[in-house]
């Protein structure tokens, strides 16, 4: 019998997304009885820095389709600039900690997620190394474990975070944009972390432009869905899990009264190592996304 399967990826950015939009999530989640997976910005939230952004061609068109202000408010986009950055992880290990013990699936989004977005392509192999690593130790002093997956912030990789990664002996990691799971090349190196892509369009890729109404986005995605195949979608505490919770609320209703499966990315990655043979070598390559910004890590 031919399935439909969704894995709910949440990327949790700031530290009003943890404290507003992820509690907003997990009582939305636990009513639906829907799995998810959770991944954590750890360290200072220096939101405020993306402010160099502006001279990014297609940035302030996004910024103002999307609205920003309303979505993150003035507070976070104050932090890091004319705030000091509060630690999300010091401030929020409790919240954390409740996605862990409803069952979710947690792992690392980055420790300081504007350092990672916008200056990973210009870190050394020891400062990613070191960025990575502070990551690596605040999510084990939270949660008293080893984090066992990643998904980069800004979907930024290269060859540097992918060989902390392996180092890690991480299970899979989430940081690409594609098609289908695959081990990722770059150069002759091929890495040892299998990559499960997001391939579904982003919410905020799509808010604001004429061809997409917000009131048709819930079937725009149910339609997208692949049968027998992985459907990943990315969501962000500060959006889905505040200013849009009630329309995530309308797509994961309607997707269960279409009997869509709800997995977590993890189960993705252990229907795929099952079967170890089978998973593709594809190329990690810089390239753009519809609707967004800048470069990140596409599936070639």
């Known amino acids: ?48 820095r993306a402010i ?30 004319l705030l000091p950055g509060p630690h999300i992880g010091k401030r929020n290990q409790n ?56 998904g980069a912030a800004g979907w930024q990789a290269n060859a540097f975070s992918l060989a902390a990664y392996d180092e890690a002996k991480l299970f899979y990691a989430s940081d690409a944009r594609g098609s289908h799971p695959f081990y990722p090349r770059i150069g002759e190196t091929i890495f040892k972390t299998l990559q499960i892509p997001t391939n ?21 995605y149910l339609n997208r ?20 919770l009630s329309w995530f609320k309308d797509f994961l209703l309607k997707a269960k009264e279409q009997h869509i499966k709800f997995i977590k990315v993890e189960d993705i990655a252990r229907q795929c190592l099952d079967h170890p043979a089978d998973i593709p070598i594809c190329d990690l390559v810089q390239g753009e996304v519809d609707g967004r910004s800048g470069t990140m890590a596409v599936q070639a």
Request: proline letters at 4%; a positive charge; glycine letters at 8%.
């Open 200 to 220: 579904l369009p982003t919410l905020d890729e799509l808010l604001g432009r004429p061809d997409y109404p917000l009131a048709t986005l819930a079937d725009f």
């Open 52 to 81: 160099k952004r502006l001279f990014r061609p297609g940035f302030l068109k996004k910024v103002s389709r999307s609205g920003v202000v309303r979505i993150y408010g003035i507070r976070t986009l104050l932090n890091g600039l």
């Open 95 to 150: 919240i954390m900690l409740e996605a862990y013990k409803a069952g979710h699936e947690v792992g690392i989004h980055c420790y300081d997620h504007i350092r990672w977005q916008d200056g990973l392509m210009k870190m050394k192999k020891n400062e990613v190394e070191a960025e990575f690593e502070k990551a690596f130790k605040e999510f084990k002093r939270i949660f008293g474990f080893s984090a066992k997956t990643a």
């Open 1 to 48: 019998m031919l399935e439909k399967k969704i894995a709910i990826k949440i990327d949790v950015d700031t530290d009003r997304g943890t404290r507003i939009g992820v509690p907003h999530l997990l009582e939305l989640f636990s009513d639906l009885a829907i799995p998810a997976t959770f991944l954590f910005s750890l360290g200072p939230d220096n939101t405020g």
């Open 225 to 244: 869905l692949v049968e027998n195949t992985v459907n990943t979608f990315t969501a962000h505490a500060e959006i889905e899990g505040m200013r849009h």
